[in-house]
């Protein structure tokens, strides 16, 4: 079995996916970082997993190419959308805690 070359399947992944997630996680982790209360972290939590379910439902709805772009590489549409969605929080909760630690 032929396996694709990793750059040009990251770099699929960054312009389509992660850069728009990323930049929610930002805003989030900015919002964390004025506010600082546990409450406001399960508001902002819940508010970045709504918000990836709406950028996978947009990508779903509007740019089938790319999901057919990562069937092509042998990536299944169930699985891309479960690993963007476990990738993204896992990073907003690395960038929280890196947050709250350094308060």
Do not use: H
Not at 9 to 17: K, M, N, V
């Amino acid at each position: 079995m032929l396996r694709p070359k990793p750059m040009r399947f990251l770099y699929a992944y960054r312009t389509t996916i992660a850069f728009p997630a990323n930049t929610i996680s930002v805003i989030a982790c900015v919002v964390a970082y004025t506010t600082a209360s546990l409450s406001g972290f399960l508001l902002l939590f819940w508010m970045k997993l709504i918000t990836s379910l709406i950028l996978i439902g947009y990508t779903y709805l509007f740019n089938r190419k790319v999901i057919f772009f990562f069937m092509n590489l042998g990536v299944g549409e169930r699985q891309l959308y479960t690993s963007v969605v476990v990738i993204d929080s896992l990073i907003f909760i690395i960038e929280m805690l890196v947050i709250y630690f350094t308060r």
